[in-house]
């Protein structure tokens, strides 16, 4: 019986109301210019649901229809003659979108143009309702027209997890007296007399999930009990063959596997695929059931005998993928088109000049100029949005990346070289899994002639680069701040064992990122933990040596002489690295101290004679200090420096006073004149004087590397990766900076006081740091640096200048960001 209307009184529904008539063989029909306005109504965007007993009574009479047309779990379907065609979809899960626009990119349902839907309409989506609607008003119309496999998620138990009940509930209601539950257990009951297979002219297979771990015949399936739900385990017997045809995926070895989707769930390989099509004389199985790897709409297996067709492009709305229809015809070789589903009112643009035009597409034909320049703007705008995406991803986790790779990289020091399928794990396990890797890696093109990926190349490629076409400088503020750091870092004025016990406080020769962050705490250094692990990561970038090196504290507490050597390799990994590397890399470029800006010429002269008299130090320490068969890679520069520090500290106090420090350059006397270093007492006090950075008589431990080895700097490098880490930290936090930035800005003139300026982002600092974001923003120096060294307008700074100043760059396509 027919299910009745609602009750009479006010009907505020815009939606159409469906007609139902009497067609041949007694089935009801659907007039075409009911299926054209119900086609109308759910183009439109946020268009109201269809009235609940119309929906009812669609799945009334088409319940009817399938009991009659599918008998068994195989329906056999006969492509019409040439160019008539099949048209097979995968997956569409609720994405109403990709359903229309394929439509429009290949016309619509009918007795010439025939559409196989090869299950999973319901779950992710929220418009599973209006796909179905769609088919069964199409399959009322012209049953010859439109067909249905049932997936997996055609199955109450899944439709109750993955949101088809919650679309049912939220449409047609949820409370007593509303029709959403009936709507949904009624859809349920409809899914149940969908078939499991269909046999397209006899030779392609469709089903939704796969092959099974038993070999069966088409005769078998056709006599499967298919109209029930579908088991939640294989259980025995034919349970079997029902569950594994909507579960399954093809793996790319031979036999029957595990699947990562359950245990009870299988994969079958390229002789199960070749053992059934062989059987039955079959060409080729079509399956959909899952989002290809590449990000492509499609993707064969098994030799080209297996073939995945997913539909929903873009699926969830952040795989990146594409979608596919399979378009099969007689006597044609099979064609696959991809597509990305554009927003509805895109569609209807198109559709208006097709319709002006008087050319709906239909058959084989394509898309008009207007379409296809809209369809390759739309991969093209898919594409673009999906690098700058994955751009993002990779300068937020850049250490955590360099993390994972250098611990599981196995090439030799200093290469830096993995696998792509390594490559593309760590990306996926630090990033974003449901990305595509696999067509990433050959776009983003990082895999070198030889076939490996150079990771810190990789990650050295992508910054926040600060923009001047707004008219900004960043040469001041930026300066500013880094040359406050290492100031503040030489000025600690830390005594040799002191600063030596805060690299390597556990004695095992490596620094750790937690005892780094020590001794930059130690010092006073005011930056975010954010950024002493960016500092970290480019020492351990540019570390060479490969030997086990001695600890700090078995130096100077004896328990291992200066003169001891290990000979065991050892690999530092992602996070450690060796204590004497990285005061070898600790080092600024000269001149530094304050002596510099007050008298020019003494810094010119004390310069010059640096290089003699490092030069005297350490032949001094290689003669004495270091075993005649000691190889160099053993001993690097600030290695031999402490040990000639500690060996003329007479007092033991971790420092050399001035009267020290004369006395033993005095005994490299000769030395010192044949360089062209001045050995008097008043030239050694000079140079004494300009190596105490901090002024106080005494030269500590990082003076006298930065006086001696300032060649060897690395500071450049140190430099680009804290600014690199306050470019990030403003670029990803734009938003609550103007924010924040705006209640100073009562005219909205992108325009602030100095001081306002420094309130707004310390406060966008607090609150980022009380939440336990990764690297807290800015501190208060940076910020004070930036507020400081920033153009004035009228005394105001621009902050919307300087906001849109910060973008992620590709340092491979453009020039070397500042």
Known sequence: PEVPLEATGVDECTAPRLEFVAGEGGHMSVPRDCLDQVLRHFKRPGAEPLRPSCVLRLLHWGMEMLKAEVPCALQEISSPPAPGRVVVLGDTHGQLEDVLWLFFEHGEPSPTNVYLFNGDVADRGNAATEIMVLILLFKLWDPSCVHMNRGNHEDPVMNETYGFRDECLAKWGAQRGSRGQEIFDTFNALFALLPIFSLVDGRVFVVHGGLWRKDFRLAQLRRLCFRRPIPERPGLGLDVLLFDSVWSDPHGGKGIGSNQRGDAIITFGADVTKRFLKADKLRLVVRSHQVPDSGSGYEWHHGNRCLTVFSASNYCGDCGNLGAALILMQGEVDQILEHWAPPLEELAVLEEEADRAQARLRARARCSSQSRTFRRRSVARMASELIRRVQELIVRRKTDLFEYWAEADTSPKGFFCISPALWREGCAAVLDESLPWKSLQDTLAVVEPGGYVHYVKFLTRYRVAFDAAYGLSAAGWERAVWSKLMETLLMADLPLREALAALDATSDGLVSGVEFARLIESCHVRITPLQARALLRTLASRSETAQALPSAQEVLQGSLSLTTTLPNPLHMTANRVSVWEMLERLTVSLPVASHSAADPEAAAWAVSKLRPLAAAVVDDAWRRLVPADAAKADWPLPKVLAAWFEDVDSSGNGFLDEDEFVTALSALAPALER?????????????????????????????????????????????????????????????????????????????????????????????????????????????????????????????EAFLKSFRIVDTLLLPTPR
């Open 675 to 799: 360089g062209g270093c001045p050995s008097d007492p008043d030239s050694l006090r000079r140079l004494a004087r300009y190596c105490d950075i901090v002024g106080n008589g005494r030269i500590n431990y990082f003076e006298l590397l930065n006086g001696l080895t300032w060649e060897e700097s690395l500071g450049d490098d140190f430099r680009q990766d804290i600014l690199e880490t306050m470019h990030a930290s403003i670029f990803f936090n734009i938003a609550p900076m103007r924010s924040a930035l705006k209640r100073f800005d009562l005219e909205l003139a992108g325009l602030v006081a100095r001081e306002d300026f420094e309130k707004a982002l310390r406060a966008v600092h607090t609150t980022l740091a009380a939440s336990g974001a990764e690297g807290g923003g800015l501190d208060r120096d940076q910020i004070d640096a930036i507020a400081r060294h920033l153009p004035l307008v009228d005394g105001l700074i621009d902050y």
